[in-house]
């Protein structure tokens, strides 16, 4: 369904049609080879950076509605001193048990709707038991682009609490000093600090520093094809509206088709005062998948 299908409150700051009346990636359609190009020629160093989550059984950051990973052996050692054998060898295999978004997290397309509509004007009906028929992090693929970094946690920044909201003045600005224009396809990466104050045991899972919802006109102008942030939602939390639990999620997911990548571990990049770099995000292609959980990679 395209965007002059919809309604008249769809069509307003809504990106349904641009790419297509069937269109399933949404603003990731903007990380052309002209994009990539431009993030493998930001690399000096040749460094590469983890932005992901170690995974631990029975930890992590993760909403508190969604259960623990679990991480268990299904065959170790203790099976071989137990007097298992096998032919001139021996293995280990284990199992993990994780929901897609307790961890370090692409959001698919299909995780959000209003009004029953979700990207394109699907409907949310195409979420079922069975997994989302439409929209779903299959169809993402992968992402090689530029990324830009603005550090907004301690000590430099301003969300120094978790009652901070960034504005996208407070975004541009940050965008200024370090000398970077945003250009279509690529990504913005945003420290909030959350994380590190999680790990110190000064944060929770109810209220967190990050993006206004306001921010999302600004960043879908910039040509953002992604956003991630080191908190639980890539907005801040709770929501400003009582009426509306999640609005950036609804305005660039559901209206404007721009992926959110969250629960990152940008601590160590934030260290190395990089600003620009590839980013290398593979999403695992799970079917019907509302999110996929990702170890990003940024190359200095």
Same mark, same amino acid.
């Given at each position: 369904?395209?965007?002059?299908?919809?309604?008249?409150?769809?069509?307003?700051?809504?990106?349904?049609?641009?790419?297509?009346?069937?269109?399933?990636?949404?603003?990731?359609?903007?990380?052309?080879?002209?994009?990539?190009?431009?993030?493998?020629?930001?690399?000096?160093?040749?460094?590469?950076?983890?932005?992901?989550?170690?995974?631990?059984?029975?930890?992590?950051?993760?909403?508190?509605?969604?259960?623990?990973?679990?991480?268990?052996?299904?065959?170790?050692?203790?099976?071989?001193?137990?007097?298992?054998?096998?032919?001139?060898?021996?293995?280990?295999?284990?199992?993990?048990?994780?929901?897609?978004?307790?961890?370090?997290?692409?959001?698919?397309?299909?995780?959000?709707?209003?009004?029953?509509?979700?990207?394109?004007?699907?409907?949310?009906?195409?979420?079922?038991?069975?997994?989302?028929?439409?929209?779903?992090?299959?169809?993402?693929?992968?992402?090689?682009?530029?990324?830009?970094? %603005?550090? +907004? /946690? @301690?000590?430099?920044? =301003? &969300? *120094?609490?978790?009652?901070?909201?960034?504005?996208?003045?407070?975004?541009? !600005?940050?965008?200024?000093?370090?000398?970077?224009?945003?250009?279509?396809?690529?990504?913005?990466?945003?420290?909030?600090?959350?994380?590190?104050?999680?790990?110190?045991?000064?944060?929770?899972?109810?209220?967190?520093?990050?993006?206004?919802?306001?921010?999302?006109?600004?960043?879908?102008?910039?040509?953002?094809?992604?956003?991630?942030?080191?908190?639980?939602? %890539?907005? +801040? /939390? @709770?929501?400003?509206? =009582? &009426? *509306?639990?999640?609005?950036?999620?609804?305005?660039?997911?559901?209206?404007? !088709?721009?992926?959110?990548?969250?629960?990152?571990?940008?601590?160590?990049?934030?260290?190395?005062?990089?600003?620009?770099?590839?980013?290398?995000?593979?999403?695992?292609?799970?079917?019907?998948?509302?999110?996929?959980?990702?170890?990003?990679?940024?190359?200095?």
């Amino acid at each position: 369904m395209s965007a002059e299908a919809a309604g008249t409150s769809d069509v307003l700051a809504s990106n349904w049609g641009r790419w297509g009346d069937d269109d399933e990636r949404g603003a990731l359609n903007r990380v052309t080879p002209e994009a990539t190009l431009r993030g493998l020629a930001s690399v000096r160093a040749g460094t590469p950076v983890s932005l992901g989550l170690p995974l631990r059984s029975g930890q992590g950051p993760g909403a508190d509605r969604r259960p623990a990973l679990q991480h268990f052996m299904v065959r170790d050692g203790g099976d071989y001193a137990a007097g298992l054998s096998e032919r001139g060898f021996g293995f280990a295999d284990d199992t993990l048990v994780l929901p897609t978004g307790a961890t370090t997290h692409l959001d698919a397309l299909a995780h959000v709707w209003a009004d029953h509509r979700m990207w394109n004007g699907f409907s949310a009906d195409e979420v079922t038991s069975r997994g989302a028929a439409r929209c779903g992090i299959d169809k993402a693929g992968p992402i090689v682009t530029r990324a830009l970094f %603005v550090d +907004a /946690g @301690p000590p430099h920044g =301003p &969300a *120094d609490t978790d009652d901070h909201r960034l504005t996208a003045d407070d975004l541009q !600005g940050a965008l200024d000093q370090a000398g970077l224009t945003p250009e279509p396809g690529d990504a913005l990466l945003v420290r909030t600090g959350w994380l590190a104050r999680w790990r110190a045991g000064t944060a929770s899972a109810l209220t967190w520093a990050g993006l206004d919802p306001s921010c999302a006109a600004w960043i879908d102008e910039q040509g953002f094809a992604l956003v991630g942030a080191d908190n639980i939602a %890539v907005e +801040a /939390g @709770p929501s400003p509206d =009582p &009426a *509306d639990a999640a609005p950036m999620h609804v305005a660039l997911i559901r209206n404007r !088709g721009v992926h959110l990548l969250e629960l990152m571990d940008l601590e160590e990049l934030a260290a190395t005062g990089r600003t620009d770099f590839l980013l290398v995000v593979a999403p695992l292609r799970l079917v019907g998948g509302v999110a996929s959980p990702v170890n990003p990679v940024a190359v200095l």
